[in-house]
C-alpha cells in the first residue's frame, strides 16, 4: 500500500492531540493544499464527502464544513446536483487566499509568496505615494512632511526604523484616498501577509535611507504625483528579494 502524505501529515496532527473543533479546519488547509499542488485539477470532481470522512477518518459535519470553505475561497464550486467541482484557483481565488497560505505550516513556498508579497507592496505603495500627491489634504501632506524630518531621529536601529516607517507609510496611503489600498496595507504590515516576517537586514537599504523619505514627502507636498511615484518605486523595490520568479501558470 503506497503512503498519502496527505493523510499521513492528518494522521500525524491527530496524534498531537489536536482539538477536535479544529478538524474541519485541518482538513479545509489539507484539501486546499492537495487543490494547489495540483493533485486535484480544475474541472475534475472533488472527492465525494463520505469518502473524504473514510479517508480521514473524520465525521463527515467536518468535511462538509471544510468543504464549504473551500466554497468560500472559491476554489471549488457546489453545482446544484451536489457535485463539487475544483475550480482553477488561479482565476477564481482572491487575496486572502495567500493570507491562508502565509498562516499555514505547509503548502506552497512562503518564500516566493514573501517576494510577491513584497512586489506587490512596491507597486501599491508607489500609486499610493502618486494618489496622495494628487488628493491629500494641506494639512495631511504637513504631517507626512513633519513625519518625514523625523525619521532620522528613530535611527539607526532598524528596527525603531522599521516601526517608524510604517507609520509614515500609513501616513501617505491614507492620504491617496483609496480605501482598497488602506485594507491591503493593513495586511501587509499587520503580519497577514508574509511582509511582517521580513528580516529587517533585508530592509536595510530602504530604511536607512532618510534622504529619500525626506524627499517623497516633499514630492507629495509640492504635488508632485509622478515624481512621488518614481521614488516610492525605487525605495520599496530595495527591499524585494533579487531572485527569478517562477510565471503563475
Avoid at 487566499?97 to 518564500?111: C, F, N, P
Wanted: aromatic share 4%.
Amino acid at each position: 500500500m503506497t503512503s498519502d502524505p496527505v493523510r499521513d501529515t492528518l494522521s500525524a496532527m491527530t496524534q498531537r492531540h489536536i482539538r477536535r473543533e479544529a478538524v474541519s479546519d485541518q482538513l479545509f488547509a489539507l484539501l486546499r493544499d492537495r487543490i494547489l499542488g495540483g493533485q486535484a485539477p480544475p474541472g475534475t470532481p472533488l472527492t465525494a464527502e463520505r469518502d473524504l470522512a473514510a479517508e480521514f477518518g473524520v465525521n463527515r459535519h467536518a468535511v462538509r464544513e471544510a468543504v464549504k470553505r473551500l466554497q468560500q475561497a472559491r476554489l471549488v464550486e457546489v453545482s446544484h446536483g451536489g457535485r463539487t467541482l475544483v475550480l482553477d484557483w488561479r482565476r477564481t481565488a482572491g487575496l486572502d487566499l495567500a493570507m491562508g497560505i502565509a498562516a499555514a505550516d505547509r503548502g506552497l513556498s512562503t518564500g516566493d509568496l514573501t517576494r510577491d508579497a513584497l512586489e506587490m507592496r512596491a507597486c501599491v505603495g508607489a500609486d499610493a505615494a502618486r494618489l496622495c500627491a494628487i488628493r491629500c489634504s494641506r494639512q495631511a501632506a504637513a504631517e507626512i512632511v513633519r513625519t518625514a524630518d523625523r525619521y532620522a531621529d528613530c535611527g539607526p536601529d532598524l528596527a525603531d526604523l522599521g516601526t517608524a516607517d510604517i507609520a509614515w507609510w500609513r501616513l501617505i496611503v491614507e492620504g491617496s484616498g483609496n480605501l482598497a489600498y488602506l485594507l491591503a496595507f493593513n495586511s501587509l504590515v499587520g503580519g497577514t501577509l508574509p511582509v511582517a516576517d521580513v528580516p529587517d537586514d533585508l530592509r536595510t537599504a530602504e530604511l536607512l535611507d532618510v534622504e529619500a523619505h525626506v524627499r517623497l514627502a516633499e514630492h507629495i507636498a509640492a504635488r508632485e504625483a509622478r515624481a512621488a511615484e518614481r521614488l516610492a518605486r525605487e525605495l520599496l523595490s530595495r527591499s524585494v528579494p533579487a531572485t527569478a520568479g517562477k510565471a503563475v501558470r
